[in-house]
């Protein structure tokens, strides 16, 4: 990398002048740059949480004379991991103009499609790298999920029991994942059970638990030592925190509903959005939690932070949330959605003490089935997604952190919502939602899939909350009973908190 203005960039980066270096960057995309080079500055802007930039930087990259294949398609995945996938289809259609036989780009190109609900042109797309190659197990696998979208379940799984009996691979996994739940759908509960523990048994050996364990005995440890007292001193202090801004914190659980309640609280203008960018954990938890020796390290640094500290981290937190939803958050509410958030809500919580805190709650039966059924990223707070006991487990080290924290938050912080409740009357529900964040109810609340604002939905959920609410996920989980059995007794205890119904 030898170009002057990116020179200046690397020395404006290290002297911690990130401003200057965004602008050297830009300004050395007008001139010659090697596509190389380019790459490597899209990559850094992603991770700094400049997507306005980075988004601006791919111009000229789809533009080089000299760009492969692979770079281009590099920097697609980069742009279809944050939600941008209009972006992440321009990049791919360069390269494929670049390499029109390669079936990899083509069925990228397709799903970059299917997630902007291109249905007709991303069938095109998949069927033609099919057609090309018939063992493309990622092609397959679009194809069926597509044909699942559309209803056509009979239609899926023969499209999949037939790619796995005669093109048998790596990635068997993935096409046993989408016949698990096209199996479900179609009633055929205990093959569905069978097809997914297939799946997850060829993932097993991969699985980092130990770390997840480590992990989850840190958090807990930092939970209990949280009080009413911290609190109440941090939030004596919020007032002269800068910027201020309304925010509500959203946990829970994965696949509890959060996907959906933040949709319908999008649906109206005083609220906006995060989609789980995971800005929290990578700016903070990261480095105050994870990478501390001990949780009383981690408890001591968050009390011993100033206000300019909680200031200039607040400020951080908004530039980077602001880029990633380009939005401006200054007079709405931002929703905060991240269920994971939970285990270590006192981090977000030191930052914005007053913060409101929203809690979706589902069955926590329905919650495990659900989450045993869908494809998570093997880390280390996925990894109990493979044995269904774990699952159970998970469930209960996650939503013990709430039952802890709720007992020393004031009443009025915070709110459960229901999923059940929200399907039996959206009216009465979207209302309670409205005063617990002071906002004026609107009708638009009850139509949250006509909301054509709404930013590219990133979570495995995309497609569910694109429909009006439908009641066939409640009480799924009795269609696994036998299976889930062993390992009720994990969840007992959060089936009563919850008040759910234990006679069953």
């Not at 965004?22 to 700094?48: M, N, R, V, Y």
């Not at 364990?213 to 001193?233: D, G, K, V, Y």
């Not at 709430?402 to 020393?408: A, E, P, S």
């Amino acid at each position: 990398m030898n170009h002057p203005d990116l020179t200046h960039a690397t020395q404006a980066l290290q002297a911690g002048d990130i401003e200057s270096a965004i602008t050297s960057i830009q300004k050395a995309s007008l001139g010659p740059i090697q596509p190389g080079s380019l790459l490597e500055w899209l990559h850094l802007l992603h991770q700094l949480y400049y997507f306005k930039e980075a988004t601006e930087l791919s111009t000229p990259l789809i533009r080089h004379p000299d760009a492969t294949s692979e770079q281009l398609l590099a920097a697609a995945k980069l742009f279809f991991q944050t939600g941008r996938f209009d972006t992440a289809a321009r990049l791919t259609e360069r390269a494929h103009a670049i390499s029109p036989e390669d079936t990899d780009t083509l069925v990228l190109l397709a799903s970059c499609l299917e997630r902007q609900n291109l249905i007709s042109e991303a069938t095109q797309l998949a069927s033609k790298a099919l057609v090309s190659n018939p063992s493309h197990a990622r092609a397959s696998r679009l194809l069926a999920h597509i044909e699942r979208r559309e209803k056509k379940f009979e239609q899926a799984k023969r499209r999949l029991a037939t790619h796995l009996h005669q093109y048998p691979s790596h990635d068997d996994w993935r096409l046993q994942y989408e016949l698990a739940s096209v199996l479900d759908r179609l009633g055929q509960y205990p093959q569905a059970m069978q097809c997914l523990l297939s799946a997850k048994a060829s993932l097993e050996t991969n699985t980092p638990l130990d770390a997840y364990q480590s992990l989850s005995q840190r958090q807990w440890q930092l939970t209990n030592m949280f009080t009413a007292e911290h609190l109440n001193h941090w939030f004596k202090n919020s007032k002269q925190l800068t910027p201020q801004q309304n925010i509500c914190l959203m946990g829970g659980f994965p696949r509890s509903g959060t996907t959906l309640l933040e949709q319908i609280l999008t649906s109206h203008q005083d609220c906006i959005g995060t989609d789980e960018t995971g800005i929290l954990f990578s700016l903070f938890e990261q480095a105050l939690l994870h990478d501390a020796t001990t949780a009383t390290d981690t408890m001591n640094e968050l009390q011993s932070f100033s206000a300019d500290d909680l200031s200039a981290g607040r400020a951080e937190y908004l530039r980077c949330t602001r880029s990633y939803i380009d939005t401006d958050t200054k007079e709405q509410w931002l929703i905060e959605k991240e269920p994971l958030l939970t285990s270590s809500l006192v981090i977000p919580l030191r930052l914005f003490p007053d913060a409101k805190i929203l809690i979706p709650l589902r069955d926590p039966r329905d919650v495990v089935v659900s989450y045993f059924f869908t494809i998570v990223p093997l880390a280390a707070n996925s990894a109990p997604a493979i044995d269904l006991g774990d699952t159970c487990r998970y469930y209960a080290d996650v939503m013990r952190h709430w039952l802890h924290l709720k007992q020393h938050l004031p009443r009025e912080q915070w709110f459960e919502s229901r999923y059940e409740d929200l399907l039996a009357d959206p009216e009465t529900q979207t209302k309670q939602l409205a005063e617990f964040l002071a906002i004026e109810w609107s009708p638009t609340m009850l139509q949250h899939h006509q909301n054509k604002t709404n930013r590219s939905i990133s979570t495995p959920t995309y497609d569910d909350v694109s429909k009006p609410l439908y009641t066939r996920a409640k009480g799924r989980w009795k269609h696994y009973e036998q299976y889930l059995a062993p390992h009720l007794h994990h969840l007992q205890p959060y089936i009563e908190a919850f008040g759910y119904d234990t006679t069953h």
